[in-house]
């Protein structure tokens, strides 16, 4: 089974600091990742990918995040954090391969991220 | 662009009354359409998907129904609505990739 793990509830930083959401995955071929932001009462919004190439990916907002094969981890980051930061960030990877070539994605519990000023 | 709509945004229904969300995509054929639920703010856990018109698959068993009576429209249904049905519901689409989630539905059932 595929599945994915963000091993914290919370995190914490402040504004100005560099923050990391960690993930790690458990897939039984190539991984697709996916990094997505929730702020409160809204929909996700779609933030990055890894699909293949460099293991650096960047996204919106500022964000990258950094596929480590061996350690089976794709951790979102950014250099210097806001206060608009605050928000739900989901990780998730690639599930079955659906009729058409698509998939359903595997999410994380999610992580609460809290930049304060 | 693709655009994903949903409505209500909110709803607050009684005990055993009937629940319809609705769910509509723009800007892109033949998607792929989910309906998840995030209960207490955290992990989402999917409700159904379609690959297309009419054809619906149920990831667990439970008190809702999913009709796509149209290539862009996804359908969230109850007959009798229970308290655990109570949480916010996102519709979402993806076409080979990843897609995008729709604003969501937050349901309070008393």
């Known amino acids: 089974a595929q599945s994915v793990a963000q091993p914290e509830d919370q995190v914490n930083v402040a504004e100005g600091n560099p923050l990391t959401v960690k993930c790690t995955y458990s897939?039984?071929?190539?991984?697709?990742l996916f990094w997505y932001v929730q702020y409160p009462n809204r929909g996700l919004q779609f933030l990055l990918k890894?699909?293949?190439?460099?293991?650096l990916v960047k996204g919106s907002y500022g964000f990258e995040a950094e596929f480590n094969k061996s350690q089976t981890s794709f951790h979102l980051k950014k250099p210097s954090a806001l206060v608009s930061d605050s928000a739900l960030y989901f990780c998730?990877?690639?599930?079955?391969?659906?009729?058409?070539?698509?998939?359903?994605?595997?999410f994380g519990r999610g992580t609460s991220l809290i930049v304060h000023p | 662009s693709q655009t994903i709509h949903q409505w209500p945004a909110t709803l607050v229904q009684p005990v055993g009354s009937p629940l319809s969300l609705e769910c509509t995509v723009e800007?892109?054929?033949?998607?792929?359409l989910y309906w998840y639920r995030q209960a207490a703010g955290r992990g989402l856990q999917l409700l159904f998907y379609?690959?297309?018109?009419?054809?619906i698959s149920s990831e667990v068993p439970q008190n809702l129904s999913a009709s796509r009576p149209q290539d862009r429209q996804f359908i969230l249904s109850s007959k009798k609505l229970l308290l655990s049905d109570s949480g916010f519901y996102l519709c979402?689409?993806?076409?080979?990739?990843?897609?995008?989630f729709g604003p969501g539905t937050r349901l309070t059932v008393l």
């Open positions: 979402a689409w993806s076409v080979g990739g990843p897609g995008d």
């Open positions: 897939v039984s071929g190539n991984p697709y």
């Open positions: 998730a990877v690639r599930d079955m391969v659906m009729a058409g070539g698509s998939y359903i994605p595997t």
């Open positions: 379609s690959v297309g018109i009419g054809q």
């Open positions: 890894y699909i293949t190439g460099d293991n």
């Open positions: 800007g892109t054929s033949n998607p792929n």
